[in-house]
């Protein structure tokens, strides 16, 4: 397994707003979709964002749970992906992990080749 380096997360209250980072390797970035899923307590993965980034402005695909309150971008130079989450809710509370692979789509999430570490996110009333 290949570790991306992501970062952010943390802790905030209902509605608040968190973005997270993640930056891939040299021969990673630019030959996979890259983003992120969550493992939720007691409900498994889901995955939360991807983006194309062979593509300079790459397609974007997000889960219905939280499509309208985040948003995916990509900068290239950076080799980096970034994740806005906007109107945090209770039930986004989770371990975030950045992840890459050649689709963008039905990620095997626990053998993934390409992940982040995970990150917190946990958000309170």
């Known amino acids: 397994q290949v570790q991306l380096a992501e970062s952010g997360g943390g802790s905030v209250q209902t509605g608040g707003s968190l973005t997270l980072s993640c930056r891939a390797p040299?021969?990673?970035?630019?030959?996979?979709?890259m983003g992120w899923f969550r493992q939720i307590p007691g409900k498994g993965y889901e995955g939360v964002a991807a983006?194309?980034?062979?593509?300079?402005?790459?397609?974007?695909f997000y889960t219905d749970s939280m499509k309208g309150r985040i948003t995916i971008s990509q900068n290239n130079a950076e080799k980096s992906v970034y994740l806005q989450m906007n109107g945090l809710k209770a039930e986004d509370s989770a371990i975030y992990y950045c992840?890459?692979?050649?689709?963008?789509?039905?990620?095997?999430?626990?053998?993934?080749?390409?992940r982040g570490q995970g990150t917190q996110v946990t958000v309170s009333s």
């Open positions: 992840a890459a692979d050649f689709v963008c789509g039905h990620w095997d999430y626990l053998n993934i080749y390409y």
């Open positions: 040299e021969g990673v970035y630019g030959s996979n979709c």
């Open positions: 983006i194309d980034t062979g593509d300079d402005d790459g397609e974007r």
